[in-house]
């Protein structure tokens, strides 16, 4: 079955540090996301892309970059982490297959620890 | 951009009582109305949406009810079982792109036996 997943599912690093984090998807959708969910905040748009080699910036971007070298990947990095970057991370993926364009699919989130 | 307005925040209800969640937006152009649940510790998860042309879709004990002259929507839940406890996000397209979404902040549902 197709599906979308995410690595790791909990990570604890350093401030100053670089952390990539992957998201893999087999629907072959166009369209993918990365939120992060914070008490209070829902879920945040960090970056999007909606096809190979383009990529976007969300609501809230900064200190945070992906790539899209196939239809399949979207890796998010942390250039150097800070501790207001603790929070759970969600991949998401949205395509043309289900009928409806918006309808986005989600990963089960990577809990990152920022100390 | 699009603003989506979510309320409230929390919302204990008795088991067997009905639960009402409201989202207002801001973009009348915004045709697509989705609603996530998100069980704890899990991924959020499409449960039902609705198109601008229409004015409510039910399935089962779920419901959504469109208001577009006022600009708002509403997730309905009767009949509440403990499994319905969880976040609850509603979604409107993020304004001048149908394939983003904006969240609404989340309502914590609370199902008491």
């Known amino acids: 079955d197709a599906e979308i997943t995410q690595s790791p599912r909990h990570k604890i690093t350093e401030t100053g540090r670089q952390v990539t984090l992957a998201c893999h998807q087999t629907?072959?959708?166009?369209?993918m996301f990365w939120y992060r969910q914070d008490l209070g905040h829902g879920l945040r748009l960090i970056h999007y892309?909606?096809?190979?080699?383009?990529?976007n910036k969300g609501e809230v971007s900064d200190g945070y970059s992906v790539s899209r070298s196939n239809t399949e990947d979207l890796p998010l990095t942390l250039e150097s982490a800070a501790s207001s970057q603790t929070s759970v991370y969600f991949c998401?993926?949205?395509?043309?297959?289900?009928?409806?364009?918006?309808?986005?699919?989600f990963g089960p989130g990577t809990r990152l620890t920022v100390l | 951009g699009e603003n989506v307005e979510q309320h409230p925040s929390t919302l204990s209800v008795q088991e067997g009582d009905s639960a009402v969640i409201k989202c207002t937006y801001s973009d009348s152009a915004s045709n697509y109305f989705p609603w996530y649940k998100q069980e704890l510790g899990k991924r959020p998860q499409l449960i039902i949406d609705?198109?601008?042309?229409?004015g409510e879709k039910k399935d089962q004990r779920i419901a959504v009810t469109l208001n577009k002259t006022a600009k708002h929507f509403s997730l309905h839940i009767t009949e509440t079982q403990p499994e319905d406890s969880a976040v609850y996000f509603c979604a409107a397209p993020t304004s001048g792109s149908a394939r983003q979404l904006t969240f609404g902040s989340g309502t914590q549902l609370t199902v008491l036996p």
């Open positions: 609705i198109r601008s042309n229409v």
């Open positions: 998401a993926s949205s395509g043309s297959r289900t009928g409806y364009r918006n309808e986005q699919f």
């Open positions: 892309s909606y096809g190979v080699q383009d990529t």
């Open positions: 629907w072959n959708h166009n369209n």
